[in-house]
C-alpha cells in the first residue's frame, strides 16, 4: 500500500500551477484537447466505455452538471453528488468505486502519479486521471474504494481508515516504498519520477542530482554532470511512458531488476526468400590462412597526466581533478601506460598498436569493435567526444593499421548511449556522432558505405581482397541502457536497421558473398533487450550459411556467444553460429589486450584466434609494456574434445565451442582456467555452484531471453571509492550515473524523500517552471 501521505506531491502542484490547462478522460467516443505540460504535448487517451446502465446524461446528472463532461469543470462537479452514480455503477456493474467521477483534473504535471493509483484490474475500467476535489480543502474523507479492485495494492490512493491530505509532508511522499524491492515498489517510484518529470527538464535533473549526491553514489561534481546530460532523457521517458505498462514493467526489470522482464512481443522479421533447403556451411578450404586483428573497448582519454592520482573517488582516475589529485601531490601517483582504476592513456594505445605491427605485421585487416571515448560519462560533450573519435580514426589508427573496420559504441557519442530513433522527435540528436564516423572511415570503406554510416551509424562494404561482405551494424538500438528506446510503444525495429540488415544478407546471398557481422554488444548478452535479441536471431538463423561469424566487444572480458536453431535442445547438431567477443584495452576489467583470428581465406571461417596482453605486474611495465601470447583457443582447448580439434585448417566451428561448455561442465579445472582468461589473469575469483552455471548459461545464449542473466534488485555499478582504499572496482562498460543511483536501492529511496522536500519546494516558489522538453 502506498502511503496516504504521498498526496503531498499533488497537493503542491494543484496548489501552485492554477494556470496549468485541465483535460478530464471520459467515455472513449469524447477526446479533449491536448495539453500543456510544461515538456512534451501528450495527447489524452482514451479510456473503456461506462456500462449502458449508466448514461452520460446519468453520470452529468449526479454530478451536478448541466453541460458535457468534457466541459465539465472541477467546480461544479462535487463528489458528494457523485456518490448515488457510483453506488449505482457498482450495483449494476460490479465495476469498482474508482470508476468514473467528475473530480478536477489539475494539472498535467501529476497524471502519472494518479494513473497509477486510479487503474483498476477489471479491465472493464480505464479509471479517470483526476485530482480528487478533497484536495482543495483541509477536510479529510475516506471513499469507498476497495482494495481488491486494484492492480496492486499500492496503486489504491486511499482505503477505509486513510486519508488524502495536501497537508502532509513531501519527506512522507515514498515512506511505503523504501522497505519494499518488489516490481510494485519500483511503478510506485516511475510514478513519483514521472510527476517530476512534467515540471520540466531542470527541475527534474535537479531533484535527481541531489538524490544521487545524497546517495553517495558518486562525487557531487559526478552527479551534476551526468544528470545534467542524462537527465532530460529519462524525463522525456518518464513524460511518455504508461504505468503500469509492458514499457514501465521492462524499464523496472532491465535497469533496476524489479519486475519480471516481459515477454518477447511477438514480431516475425520479412524475407524477401525463404532459406534455401540445401544451405549449410562450407568446408574448409585448405588454404595457407590469413591473419585478421581485433581489438575493441580502447577508451583512450587524452587527458590522462602520469603522476596523477590514480586511486581518486571517481570511476576513472589518472586525471588532476583538484590540486590534491594532480601530480607531485598525491601518494598515488600514476605510471605512464596507465593503471587499472583508469583508462587507456595514449601511450598505452600506441604500444598496442606497436605490439601489432611487430607481432601481425602481415595482418590483412583490422576489426575494431567500437568504444574510443574514456569513460568520464560526466565530463564527456559533442566538442571531446568528437575530437577523441578523430584522434583515434584520423591519426593514430592510419599511423600504424593498414585497413580498419570500425563499429560505434555506446560511449562514441554524448551523452552516454544516447542513440534516438530517427521518428522520435527531440533536439537531443546523435546525427553528429554519425557524421563523424562517416567522415572518419571513408578512407577505408569508401563514400557509398560512408553515406550509409551518416544515417544509421552502419555501412556495409566488400572485402577488396576477398569474397567477404563486412556488415557493421548499431547495436544501440537494442541496448538496455539507451534510454530513448523506452518509448510508450516500442518499436520492433528502430530505424529500420533489421530491414536494412536482411536486404544486405539477402543481396549477399545472391551474390555468393561470405559475410562477417560485426557489432558492440554482443546481442546475447543480459545488456540486449530480448525483444531485438530475438528479431535479431531471427536473421541469423535465416542467413547462417553465408555468416562465417559475428564479432563484438562491450563486456570487455574474452569471452563467445552460441545461438542455437532450437535453444530449447542446446546441442552440438542445433548450434549454428558464433559470436566471438574481444577483451578491452582498457585496464579497468584486466590486462590490455588483442586478438589476432587464423582465417580460412575462402570461407571467412575462424580456424583459431590467438590472445596477446601485456601483464601490467611486471615491474617493467611502467617502463616499457612486454606484449606476449597469451594462450590459442585451438591449441588450448582443441586437445581437449573428442575426437580432438587440431588441425590447423579445421574451423572453429559452433559445434566445437558447444562441446567446450559440455567440458566445462564436467572439468573444473578447465572451466576455472577459462574464467581466469576472460580478466586475462587479473584480479580473478572463483566461479562455482550457480556462478558457473550461469556462466556456461550465458555462453550458450546469443539470444538474450536464453541467458539465465537474473538481475538482482538495484543496478550494480562501481560505487565510488573512499580515497585511499586501493580496491579493485572493475569498470562497466556503458554504466549510467542515473542507474547507479539506485544501486542501493533504500539509500536512494531516503535521498529522494530529502532532495524533493528540498528541490520542488523552492522550484515551486517561482512563478513558472522550466518549459524545455527533450
Known sequence: MLSEQSTKLIGIVTERFPAKEVRHFVDSDIQSPPISTGGDTLQSKKVQPLPKATSRKAMRKGFGCTHSLTACQARTCKMDNARDVRLEMQRQSGMSATARYCLRFAYSISTGLLSAWLRSRDSTINAAKVIPTVLETESSVTPELPIYSFHSDWEAFAVQGKSLSKRDTVGDILSDIKNLATCSACESLLVVLQAVAHL???????????????????????????????????????????????????????????????????????????????AVRPPPSGKSPIQVVHISDIHVDLSYETGANYNCTKNICCRPYTSADAPGNTDFPAGQYGNHQCDSPVTLEESMYEAIKSLVPDASFTIFTGDVVEGAVWLVNQTEVTNDLNDAYKTRMPSYLNLVYGVIGNHDVAPVNSFPPS????????????????SDWTQWIGSAAASTADQYGSYSVKYPKGNLRIISFNTNFYYKENFWLYERTMQSDPNGQLAWLVSELSAAEAAGERVWLLGHMPMGTGDAFHDGSNYFDQIIQRYEAIIAATFYGHTHKDEFEIAYSDYTDQTAGTATMMSYIAPALTPTSGNPTFRVYSIDPVTFAVLDFTVYITDMTDPSYQTKPVWKKYYSAKETYGPLLSPPVTDSSAELTPAFWHNLTAIFETNDSVFQDYIARKSRGWDVSSCTGDCKSGEICQLRAAQSQYNCVKVSPGVHFKRKRSEGSEEKAEKTCGESVIGAIFANFDGAVTALETSAAAQLGQSFLGTSINSTVA
Not at 513524460?239 to 503500469?244: D, G, S
Not at 540528436?429 to 563523424?436: A, F, I, K, L, N
Request: charged letters at 20%; proline letters at 6%.
Open 423 to 438: 521518428d522520435i522527435d527531440t533536439t537531443i540528436s546523435s546525427q553528429w556522432s554519425y557524421d563523424t564516423l562517416s
Open 200 to 278: 520540466g527538464n531542470d527541475d527534474f535533473v535537479n531533484v535527481i542530482t541531489e538524490v544521487c549526491t545524497l546517495a553517495g553514489v558518486e562525487d557531487k561534481d559526478v552527479c551534476a554532470g551526468a544528470i545534467a546530460r542524462e537527465g532530460p532523457i529519462l524525463a522525456h521517458d518518464l513524460r511518455n511512458m504508461a504505468i503500469p505498462s509492458n514499457t514501465a514493467a521492462l524499464f523496472c526489470s532491465t535497469i533496476f531488476g524489479l519486475c519480471d522482464y516481459p515477454a518477447v512481443t511477438p514480431f516475425t522479421v520479412k524475407f524477401p526468400s525463404a532459406k534455401p533447403a540445401n
